[in-house]
Every structure is written in structure tokens, then in C-alpha cells.
């Protein structure tokens, strides 16, 4: 798994998927910077008119609901039903899962089209999965493991691979879980690292389409690397946010293989 990794990393650099996003309106700069940065090619698109011909000539689809209102819902769903019909990979995030009726609603719609992989912080998760999980806004009022059940819950009854992020990112597929012990505490403080979790989870997604499970565990595994890294140049959020999209773009095999702290456990 270590050196498949890096491969994964080289492979989307080499690769430079398009990324069709659908996301929210704070983040969706740094979204598109962040995939830059990793190799991949972005283009952000809602309108109605053109979102099939973009997911169907995009490797794969990113659908956050950050910031939703009725136009973009109905972007949402006809973007994920014509990933689900065309067989390619989409992503889901489902930022404020549990926070409104509008979230709960538009989410439990977009599920029935099938994602190829959720990523959301544990609360997120756990509210996905009515498992009594309260949303604190954006932000996640419990640990990623404790979010282990409903992710397990998900995938069996849908598929999905189901990222759990926080401290530890937790990636549960079937009979399998990785765990990922990289990142900062202070990359909380930097607005949308998840959504970029999700985008990257998309593009490496869409440069390995067989293999999303790896695919979500490289992604993963470069955000929290990256991130690790550019805390030590960091004097706060703000530079933070710049050394990371820098790390991104110039991280090593050696830096890589040296911060990586991966763990497999099966079933
Ligand atoms: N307590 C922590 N310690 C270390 N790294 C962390 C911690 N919390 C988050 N991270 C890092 O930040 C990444 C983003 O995860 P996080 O769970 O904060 O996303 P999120 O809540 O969806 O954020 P947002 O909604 O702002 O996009 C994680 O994958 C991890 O690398
Ligand atoms: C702060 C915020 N509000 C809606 S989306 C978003 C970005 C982080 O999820
Ligand atoms: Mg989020």
C-alpha cells in the first residue's frame, strides 16, 4: 500500500484528469487551486444547460452541498443521475449533513444515485446515516472513529467507498478499513480542507477509476501529508492555506513515504 500510494500521486500528475465540481461558493477558488496544484484539471459548472455534456466529457464528478439553493439542487441531481447512467465515478460530500431539513433531504435524494465514494466529516456521517449524529454547522462535533458504524452501514447497503476525515481519516470499503494519522490540527482553521479532500478524492478517482478505495486513501494520505508539512512553514491559517496549495504541487516520494502513516486492519 505505501508505494502504491506514491504511484497514485505520480499517476494523477501524469494522468491530469478533468474534474467536473459542483461546489460551494467559499471554497470553490481554492478548490480549483488545490486540484491545479495535485496535477488535475478543474472546471467548476452548474449551470443546467451544460451539466450532462460536463460530466459526461469529465473523468469523474464532485457534488458538494455546501451552499445550496433550489437551482443548484436540481444542477446536483441531474449531474448524478447521468454519472450513475454513464457508469462514471462521482463524489459526494455532504457538508452540513444533518444541520437542516433542506441537507437531509437533498443528500438522501443524491444517495439514490449511487456515489462511488462519500467523504464527510464524522458527524456528517453519522447524521447521513440517521445514526442521531448533531451537526454543528460545517464543523464535526465528534471523533472519526466514532462515525466506524454508520460508514460501515453505508457501504454495505450502498457500495460507496465512505471517508470519514478528522484526526484520523478513516476509509471504509468492504471487509477493510484504512486508517490515516497525517494532517494538523490547525488545518481546521482553514475554511473548506475537506471540501479540497473531496476534489482531490475526485481526481484521483478519476486517474484510477478501478480502484476507488486506493484512489481514496491517496488522496487522502497527500492532503494530510501536504498539510503536516506546511504547518512546520505556517505562522497561522493563512499561510497555512498558501504553503499547503505549494505542497500540493512540490511534494516528494521522499517527504511522502517519510510523513506517511498508513494502517490497514481487515475484517
Ligand atoms: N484534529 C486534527 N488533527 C490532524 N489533522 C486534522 C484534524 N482535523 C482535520 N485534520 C485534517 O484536515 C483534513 C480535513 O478534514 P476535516 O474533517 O476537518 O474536514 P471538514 O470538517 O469537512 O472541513 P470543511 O467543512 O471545512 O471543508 C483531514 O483529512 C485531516 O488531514
Ligand atoms: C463555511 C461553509 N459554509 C458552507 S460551505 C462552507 C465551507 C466549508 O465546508
Ligand atoms: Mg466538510
Not at 42 to 71: F, K, Q, R, W
Not at 90 to 111: E, F, M, Y
Given at each position: 500500500m505505501r508505494e502504491s500510494l506514491w504511484k497514485s500521486v505520480l499517476q494523477l500528475r501524469q494522468n491530469s484528469p478533468l474534474v467536473h465540481n459542483i461546489t460551494n461558493y467559499v471554497v470553490m477558488n481554492n478548490t480549483a487551486n488545490a486540484l491545479l496544484a495535485a496535477g488535475a484539471s478543474p472546471i467548476m459548472a452548474h449551470a443546467h444547460a451544460e451539466i450532462e455534456e460536463m460530466v459526461s466529457i469529465c473523468g469523474a464528478t464532485v457534488i458538494n452541498i455546501g451552499t445550496l439553493d433550489e437551482y443548484w439542487i436540481e444542477s446536483m441531481y441531474k449531474a448524478a443521475a447521468k454519472a450513475q447512467q454513464l457508469g462514471k465515478p462521482w463524489v459526494l460530500d455532504p457538508?452540513?449533513?444533518?444541520?437542516?431539513?433542506?441537507?437531509?433531504?437533498?443528500?438522501?435524494?443524491?444517495?439514490?444515485?449511487?456515489?462511488?465514494?462519500?467523504?464527510?466529516?464524522?458527524?456528517?456521517?453519522?447524521?447521513?446515516?440517521?445514526?442521531?449524529?448533531?451537526?454543528?454547522?460545517?464543523?464535526?462535533?465528534?471523533?472519526?472513529?466514532?462515525?466506524?458504524?454508520?460508514?460501515?452501514?453505508?457501504?454495505?447497503?450502498?457500495?460507496?467507498?465512505?471517508?470519514?476525515?478528522?484526526?484520523?481519516?478513516?476509509?471504509?470499503?468492504?471487509?477493510?478499513?484504512?486508517?490515516?494519522d497525517n494532517g494538523d490540527v490547525m488545518m481546521t482553521k482553514v475554511t473548506g480542507l475537506g471540501c479540497i479532500a473531496t476534489a482531490l478524492i475526485g481526481a484521483f478517482v478519476a486517474s484510477e477509476p478501478d480502484n476507488a478505495t486506493e484512489a481514496t486513501a491517496a488522496a487522502m494520505a497527500l492532503l494530510g501529508i501536504a498539510g503536516e508539512i506546511a504547518v512546520q512553514k505556517a505562522e497561522g491559517p493563512g499561510s497555512l492555506q498558501m504553503h499547503l496549495l505549494d505542497k500540493l504541487y512540490n511534494i516528494t516520494e521522499d517527504e511522502f513515504n517519510t510523513y506517511l502513516k498508513v494502517t490497514i486492519e481487515n475484517d
Amino acid at each position: 500500500m505505501r508505494e502504491s500510494l506514491w504511484k497514485s500521486v505520480l499517476q494523477l500528475r501524469q494522468n491530469s484528469p478533468l474534474v467536473h465540481n459542483i461546489t460551494n461558493y467559499v471554497v470553490m477558488n481554492n478548490t480549483a487551486n488545490a486540484l491545479l496544484a495535485a496535477g488535475a484539471s478543474p472546471i467548476m459548472a452548474h449551470a443546467h444547460a451544460e451539466i450532462e455534456e460536463m460530466v459526461s466529457i469529465c473523468g469523474a464528478t464532485v457534488i458538494n452541498i455546501g451552499t445550496l439553493d433550489e437551482y443548484w439542487i436540481e444542477s446536483m441531481y441531474k449531474a448524478a443521475a447521468k454519472a450513475q447512467q454513464l457508469g462514471k465515478p462521482w463524489v459526494l460530500d455532504p457538508v452540513g449533513a444533518g444541520a437542516s431539513n433542506l441537507r437531509n433531504t437533498t443528500v438522501a435524494q443524491l444517495l439514490k444515485y449511487k456515489p462511488t465514494v462519500i467523504r464527510g466529516n464524522a458527524s456528517e456521517i453519522m447524521a447521513l446515516a440517521n445514526a442521531g449524529g448533531q451537526t454543528k454547522g460545517v464543523d464535526s462535533t465528534h471523533q472519526s472513529v466514532e462515525a466506524v458504524a454508520s460508514a460501515k452501514w453505508f457501504n454495505e447497503n450502498t457500495g460507496a467507498v465512505v471517508c470519514i476525515s478528522g484526526a484520523t481519516d478513516v476509509i471504509v470499503s468492504a471487509n477493510q478499513k484504512i486508517l490515516i494519522d497525517n494532517g494538523d490540527v490547525m488545518m481546521t482553521k482553514v475554511t473548506g480542507l475537506g471540501c479540497i479532500a473531496t476534489a482531490l478524492i475526485g481526481a484521483f478517482v478519476a486517474s484510477e477509476p478501478d480502484n476507488a478505495t486506493e484512489a481514496t486513501a491517496a488522496a487522502m494520505a497527500l492532503l494530510g501529508i501536504a498539510g503536516e508539512i506546511a504547518v512546520q512553514k505556517a505562522e497561522g491559517p493563512g499561510s497555512l492555506q498558501m504553503h499547503l496549495l505549494d505542497k500540493l504541487y512540490n511534494i516528494t516520494e521522499d517527504e511522502f513515504n517519510t510523513y506517511l502513516k498508513v494502517t490497514i486492519e481487515n475484517d
